[in-house]
């Protein structure tokens, strides 16, 4: 269970690119928080900000406007001395794993490499730690001295992960960590993840496509439509209480193994906006079956539905 | 006659190791069949073999491969150049990543129709627009008119069928259509493709990791694993009633809406 003390507050942020003279919405007024032992699932279609999230709590973005504040701190403005030391605290997982790796350096070097970067700890002690990160991600000490090709995608990843929690950080963030991965492997993955983040007190955020499988490791989830976070659910009951119709669009498209061949599928009419525009209502207006003049030309504000049930929509479903 | 069949096919690639070996499966007219099964099984090897167009080094070095009673292995070059795009044609996992960003789609699809037909550049921009409206891209001129960065992923993949299906080929090979796309678009790809087999009768190899989308769409389905089929059959052989464990754990690991999670 989630220790009730807030680890990372988002509050307000937006981010905003220059692209040729004008101004790309990546991500409008933004947020959130994670606790200990947390798994927030930020879910949403591709391009709607949830990459950019990501970069900003691990300060490798700059935010527009907002701020970001861990146990109490608040790093978004802080200068890159001040911030280095505080880099180590927020780990990221990414994609695809064998990017991530450089071709020539042995998987024991590599999981080496920030405890003694970061805390100078001798060669040795951190190849002993090594090991021991092998052992706890459930592969073996052979692989120390073996190259990133001779890996599987799934051991590439567990050796990802494993040096993302080598040196101890509040927060890991994993942007798709399992897309590129077969299902028996990105369930072995997910258990994965869900036990080193009870066992160590992390907060995780968990970015993905699939709903089924963010469910399956999270506490919470958020759906993102264009650069907003549109709906809060808590994963459990999510599949019941959703109330937003993108939501309901999000799970339509959901194949089930066991689905009926002949059930048609439920289609969202047309394409996501511009992010190069502003709109003044609803970003999902255009797409919204349930859509009335109010959502035309006025934005609809995050309100509690109850516990930690928040939703953005003038015309929630009813349920 | 089936319309396709494979038979005790074995593949190799240059080191000697077998990425498909002794593999054996037959596709009717008409018919989805989906390949599912581990990464790095040789789903991907075995539909690029039905293509003629392995990998360097890869070989077919046993079995038979049979369209429409012709043997594509004993087959030239030219002759299977010909029938690539023709009798066969295949969409990739990420369609926009094989276009040419400079060029217009017009002129892509253009010049793709008319490798294999001799046609006007009118008729083939007719034909073109004729079989984008059939994949529900209604602005069909716009699409045409468009650079590739200008259309959205779901888009790119619709064109892409559309450029694969315009031949009206035998056989169309799907390899990964929608892993590239989000929940929603994929709805959309799937949808096209349940429609050229319902409405236009195309007979389709998919292959996929996401068991919903081959349970949804397939008549058969065959299970992959280290580079052995260990498991084909008709879709509720294969979804309802597996017999091989491996097959049962792979169906078992498919995250669902309703199931148990593992967070706490
Ligand atoms: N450096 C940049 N310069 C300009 N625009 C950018 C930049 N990075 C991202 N964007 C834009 O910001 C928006 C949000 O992108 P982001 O990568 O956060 O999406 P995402 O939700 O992670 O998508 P995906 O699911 O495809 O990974 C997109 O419209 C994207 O094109
Ligand atoms: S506010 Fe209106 S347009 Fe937006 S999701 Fe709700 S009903 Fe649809
Ligand atoms: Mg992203």
Redo the contacts between chains.
């Keep these: ?1 989630p220790d009730n003390a807030v680890l990372l507050e988002i509050k307000n942020v937006s981010k905003e690119f220059p692209v040729k003279k004008k101004k790309l919405y990546a991500v409008s007024d933004v947020s959130f928080t994670l606790s200990r032992g947390e ?1 927030l699932g930020l879910v949403g ?2 391009g709607c900000g949830k990459s950019t999230i990501a970069k900003m709590i691990a300060g490798s973005l700059p935010v527009t406007s907002g701020s970001i504040t861990l146990d109490g701190v608040e790093y978004t403005h802080m200068k890159k001395k001040e911030f280095a030391k505080f880099r180590r605290s927020i780990q990221m997982v990414f994609q695809d794993p064998l990017s991530s790796f450089s071709p020539r350096m042995r998987i024991g070097t590599y999981l080496c490499e920030p405890r003694v970067n970061y805390d100078h700890v001798s060669k040795d002690e951190a190849m002993a730690e090594a090991e021991e990160l092998l052992a706890k991600v459930g592969l073996p000490a052979e692989f120390l001295m073996r190259y990133p090709h001779e890996l ?2 799934g051991q590439l990843q567990r050796v990802a992960i494993a040096r993302a929690i080598a040196i101890s950080p509040k927060i890991l963030i994993c942007d798709e960590a399992t897309g ?8 072995q993955i ?2 994965l993840l ?1 036990e080193l ?2 066992e160590n007190n992390i907060g995780c955020l968990f970015i993905g ?5 963010v ?5 919470r989830v958020a759906i993102m439509y264009l650069g907003r976070i549109v709906e809060f659910l808590d ?2 009951t999510l ?1 019941e209480e959703y109330m937003h119709p993108y939501t309901e ?11 009926d ?1 002949d059930e048609d ?4 009419a047309g ?2 906006p511009s992010p190069l525009v502003v709109h003044n209502g609803c970003p999902f207006a255009q797409r919204c079956e349930y859509c009335t003049e109010q959502c035309r030309y006025q934005l609809p504000e995050l309100s509690h539905v109850n516990g930690t049930h928040y939703v953005a929509c003038f015309n929630p479903l009813k349920r | 006659m089936s319309l396709l069949e494979v038979k005790n096919c074995t593949i190799r690639y240059q080191n000697g190791t077998s990425a498909v070996n002794n593999v054996s499966f037959s596709v009717e007219k008409g018919e989805i069949v989906s390949l599912v099964g581990e990464s790095g099984s040789g789903k991907t090897t075995m539909v690029r073999a039905i293509l003629g167009l392995l990998p360097p080094g890869g070989k077919v070095t046993e079995g038979e491969i049979i369209l429409d009673g012709r043997n594509l292995l004993s087959l030239s070059e030219r002759e299977q150049e010909e029938l690539r795009g023709k009798d066969i044609a295949m969409i990739f996992q990420d369609v926009g990543a094989s276009m040419d960003p400079i060029k217009l789609i017009k002129s892509q699809y253009v010049e793709a129709i008319r490798t294999h037909e001799r046609i006007s550049r009118e008729e083939s921009y007719d034909k073109a627009t004729d079989m984008l409206k059939r994949m529900h891209l209604t602005d069909a001129n716009r699409v045409m008119a468009s650079y590739p960065f200008e259309l959205s992923g779901g888009m790119k993949q619709r064109v892409g069928i559309a450029m694969g299906m315009t031949a009206q080929p035998k056989l169309l090979l799907a390899d990964e259509p929608t892993s590239a796309l989000d929940v929603t678009i994929q709805a959309q790809v799937v949808h096209e493709l349940r429609e050229l087999r319902d409405k236009y009768g195309a007979t389709i190899i998919l292959v996929t990791h996401n068991m919903g989308v081959a349970s949804y769409l397939s008549d058969k389905i065959g299970v992959m694993k280290t580079s052995q089929m260990v498991e084909f059959g008709t879709r509720d052989e294969i979804i309802i009633d597996p017999k091989e464990q491996y097959t049962k754990d792979l169906i078992d690991a498919v995250p669902k809406m309703g199931g148990n999670r593992f967070a706490r």
Excluded: P
């Excluded at chain 1, 999000?250 to 193994?257: A, E, G, M």
């Excluded at chain 1, 599928?265 to 969202?268: A, D, G, S, T, V």
């Design positions: 269970m798994t279609e591709s599987s995608g590129a991965l077969d299902v028996s492997i990105q369930n997910a258990k869900v983040v009870e496509h699939d709903l089924a499988l469910r399956s490791v999270t506490q994963s459990e599949q669009a999000l799970l339509d498209s959901i194949f089930d193994v066991h689905c061949q599928i439920k289609l969202l394409e996501a």
